[in-house]
Nanobody
Framework: QVQLVESGGGLVQPGGSLRLSCAASGIIFRVNVMGWYRQAPGKQRELVASISSGGRIDSKDSVKGRFTISRDYANNTIYLQMNSLEPEDTAVYYC??????????????WGQGTQVTVSS
């Protein structure tokens, strides 16, 4: 079974930093896109940042300049370096891996989520 293993979540003070890691294993076909989503209570799940196999990066406007996504292609691992954290960043963060087969079919794999809490 495909598995995404996340680590690095926790409690941090405003202005602090945190680094999330996600390692994918058991994926038969090459992953096209990997990224991070987050969901706070009462809010919809939203894309934080993603990176394609070609290096294309998409990210949420509110995290630009503070968060950086990177990928270790050899190990199918992605990272999210989060700096200048704000209470509004508090959420469950989910790792995502997506295989794109064609314009109308793709397969998504999700991690179990890791809690990030920003509070003083």
């Amino acid at each position: 079974q495909v598995q995404l293993v996340e680590s690095g979540g926790g409690l941090v003070q405003p202005g602090g930093s945190l680094r999330l890691s996600c390692a994918a294993s058991g994926i038969i076909f090459r992953v096209n896109v990997m990224g991070w989503y987050r969901q706070a209570p009462g809010k919809q799940r939203e894309l934080v940042a993603s990176i394609s196999s070609g290096g294309r990066i998409d990210s949420k406007d509110s995290v630009k300049g503070r968060f950086t996504i990177s990928r270790d292609y050899a190990n199918n691992t992605i990272y999210l370096q989060m700096n200048s954290l704000e209470p509004e960043d508090t959420a469950v963060y989910y790792c995502n891996a997506r295989n794109i087969f064609n314009s109308w079919r793709s397969q998504d794999y999700w991690g179990q989520g890791t809690q990030v809490t920003v509070s003083s």
